[in-house]
């Protein structure tokens, strides 16, 4: 079992949708990562969070340090939404390295 | 502006040789990070290195190569002796535990 578990894989909506991408991850944590990746490669930081709620925009991304789980979601998503978007978790012990989970790939139609 | 800069944002390979990327961050981070990515799977680490003129082998770091001599700088070499090299890297840095990481645009190497 992967120590961060993205769902879904797979995520095709209609413009407008609100959108919810979830992440469970098994180790002890000193944050949590929201990236998104575009089709370039290139990867762009949307969050990172301890603890509670952070909102930026259209996103919004939750943590549950207690039930070990984050969410990422989108309101009133658009086709430029359309990305994988990537949990990643720092651990608590020795050096800062992030574990990922596989992304999600997120379409949205218009 | 601050940030990372990989290069280049293509790369072939024949068989058999050596090459290097490149990774540079003018965002006087003291952490940095090779990742490889292939499809359908999450980043992996292939080394870090928390301060200049020492690094530590990731997940992954059978056949690459890293030196930090400056701490703008974070060279992979991919060797013969990688099996599969072809995928797509990522260099990261970051200020410490729990702070925020930043990203390069990545460099795809196709092994021809």
């Known amino acids: 079992k992967n120590e961060v578990e993205q769902s879904p894989q797979n995520l095709t909506a209609q413009e407008g949708e609100f959108i919810t991408i979830n992440c469970s991850y098994s180790v002890g944590i000193s944050a949590l990562h929201w990236l998104q990746q575009h089709p370039g490669g290139g990867i762009v930081s949307l969050f990172m969070?301890?603890?509670g709620k952070k909102k930026h925009g259209r996103l919004i991304a939750t943590i549950n340090i207690q039930e070990k789980h984050s969410s990422l979601h989108i309101t009133a998503s658009h086709p430029r939404d359309s990305a994988v978007y990537i949990c990643?978790?720092?651990?608590?012990?020795?050096?800062?390295?992030?574990?990922f989970g596989q992304g999600t790939r997120l379409t949205i139609n218009p | 502006d601050g940030g990372i800069t990989q290069s280049p944002k293509y790369l072939f390979r024949k068989e058999g040789q050596n090459v290097t990327l490149s990774c540079e961050q003018n965002l006087n981070h003291d952490a940095m990070y090779w990742y490889r990515q292939d499809p359908g799977q999450g980043l992996r680490l292939i080394y870090y290195s928390q301060i200049v003129n020492d690094f530590q082998k990731g997940d992954i770091a059978e056949g690459y190569s890293v030196s930090r001599e400056k701490k703008e700088s974070f060279p992979l070499t991919v060797t013969s002796a990688q099996k599969n090299p072809t995928a797509f890297y990522l260099c990261?840095?970051?200020?410490?535990?729990?702070?925020?990481?930043?990203f390069g645009q990545g460099t795809r190497l196709t092994v021809v």
């Open positions: 969070l301890s603890s």
């Open positions: 990643a978790v720092s651990g608590d012990q020795g050096a800062q390295k992030l574990v």
């Open positions: 990261a840095s970051s200020n410490g535990r729990g702070r925020e990481a930043f």
